[in-house]
């Protein structure tokens, strides 16, 4: 699985941006896809996952802002950012479940930076 990712910007505090993932390749065999973010000297951290039956899960920091879709009829999934914060800047990447429960497809990274 390939995983494209786009959207990425920069936007004052309290504005809203959509991020996009495409997959391309096995798709079939993707059971979740999520989105994670890292800033620069920070670990990974898990920001939001949407499963194949449409239940999703969020970071605790993100509930209420950010909303994760998933359109299967064209392998996108995106992520909807909104009330967005400084401590929000960070590269996103999107990722993928194909079937081992692990994420084992990574995209690029889109970064998103949000001034104050």
């Known amino acids: 699985v390939q995983l494209q990712a786009s959207g990425g910007g920069l936007v004052q505090t309290g504005a809203s941006l959509r991020l996009s993932c495409a997959a391309s390749?096995?798709?079939?065999?993707?059971?979740?896809m999520g989105w994670f973010r890292r800033v620069p000297g920070k670990e990974r951290e898990f920001v939001a996952a949407?499963?194949?039956?449409?239940?999703?899960q969020y970071a605790d920091s993100v509930k209420g802002r950010f909303t994760i879709s998933r359109d299967n009829t064209k392998n996108v999934v995106s992520l909807e950012m909104n009330s967005l914060k400084p401590e929000d800047t960070a590269i996103y990447y999107c990722?993928?479940?194909?079937?081992?429960?692990?994420?084992?497809?990574w995209g690029q990274g889109t970064l998103v930076t949000v001034s104050s």
């Open positions: 949407v499963w194949n039956g449409g239940v999703t």
């Open positions: 390749g096995r798709t079939y065999s993707i059971s979740r």
């Open positions: 990722a993928a479940d194909a079937g081992s429960r692990h994420y084992d497809s």
